[in-house]
């Protein structure tokens, strides 16, 4: 459909407010993010809660999005959305918006410490992708960048065309540690 296009969306948020906008929503067909502070406003919805939305199709930056919600319903909550087990070569287009886990992936530079609004070069041998660290998701912001290849969980994006790998807690990266001086 074009932009502009109103268009009916039932999805279950695997993103809420984790990133102050946008929110992301899965079916078993894709997903997509949704900017819209009735749905990513602080504590209003949780991961897992499946949401019918009448929203208007939009692009931001070239990532297509819902924006100007209408209507809003929370169907049910405490639903479960596993993460799509991909390499980095695997991942395209098609996966924006969804939900994913990529094994074994490493830092390109396994040094340093994450900083907000950051984009990071990973690999799995496959292929490279940008991680991107969110200033929202501040349970990452200032830890240290793990040394040793983990299974990162986020959700696919893009600006401007690049695709974004968006993890949204520390429990989707694990490995990283706090930062101390020495």
Not at 16 to 42: E, K, L, N, Y
Not at 91 to 105: D, F, N, T, V, Y
């Amino acid at each position: 459909k074009s932009q502009g296009t109103e268009v009916l969306v039932k999805g279950i948020l695997t993103a809420s407010d984790q990133f102050g906008g946008p929110a992301f929503i899965q079916d078993a067909t894709g997903g997509i993010p949704v900017f819209d502070a009735q749905i990513h406003g602080t504590g209003l919805y949780q991961i897992g809660d499946e949401i019918q939305v009448l929203a208007t199709l939009g692009a931001f930056n070239q990532q297509i999005q819902l924006g100007n919600v209408t209507k809003l319903e929370l169907i049910s909550s405490g639903n479960t959305i596993n993460p799509l087990s991909v390499s980095i070569a695997q991942i395209s287009a098609s996966l924006e918006g969804q939900l994913i886990q990529i094994p074994a992936a490493s830092f390109a530079i396994p040094n340093g410490l994450f900083f907000p609004e950051s984009n990071y070069l990973i690999t799995d041998g496959s292929g490279t992708l940008e991680l991107r660290i969110d200033g929202q998701v501040t349970s990452l912001v200032g830890r240290v960048i793990p040394a040793q290849a983990q299974t990162i969980t986020g959700v696919v994006g893009s600006f401007r065309g690049t695709l974004q790998f968006l993890p949204r807690f520390i429990a989707d990266l694990p490995g990283t540690s706090p930062y101390e001086a020495v």
